[in-house]
């Protein structure tokens, strides 16, 4: 069966850096798009990346665009997200996403996931 499995998660001071990793099994990972969903204490879960299958197509939320940076490496079915100059407003759970249809990526940024992980907490403090 499908496994999304997130780790890397913590707590760190504002202005630090964290990499999340998250480990898929169960699927075609080279051929499917991966990205990462948050949910913040009271609000709804929302889109942070996404990345194709090959590499070509990268999508960000605007509040993160030039501190995260998503990533993969196909040969580890293994998804990153580089997190820099974390902000307290980043505090989240953090939801690994697969989505294994065609623009896999495109989809994912509209809310269309196949997949989730169980999520891994970030916690950042002023």
């Known amino acids: 069966q499908v496994q999304l499995v997130e780790s890397g998660g913590g707590l760190v001071q504002a202005g630090g850096s964290l990499r999340l990793s998250c480990a898929a099994s169960g699927f075609r990972f080279s051929a499917a798009g991966m990205g990462w969903f948050r949910q913040a204490p009271g609000k709804e879960r929302e889109f942070v990346a996404a990345i194709s299958w090959g590499s070509n197509t990268i999508y960000y939320t605007d509040s993160v665009k030039g501190r995260f940076t998503i990533s993969r490496d196909n040969t580890r079915n293994t998804a990153y997200l580089q997190m820099n100059s974390l902000k307290p407003e980043d505090t989240a759970v953090y939801y690994c996403?697969?989505?294994?249809?065609?623009?896999?990526?495109?989809?994912?940024?509209?809310?269309?996931?196949?997949?989730w992980g169980q999520g891994t907490q970030v916690t950042v403090s002023s």
């Open positions: 996403v697969s989505q294994t249809t065609p623009l896999g990526a495109t989809k994912l940024q509209s809310g269309q996931v196949d997949h």
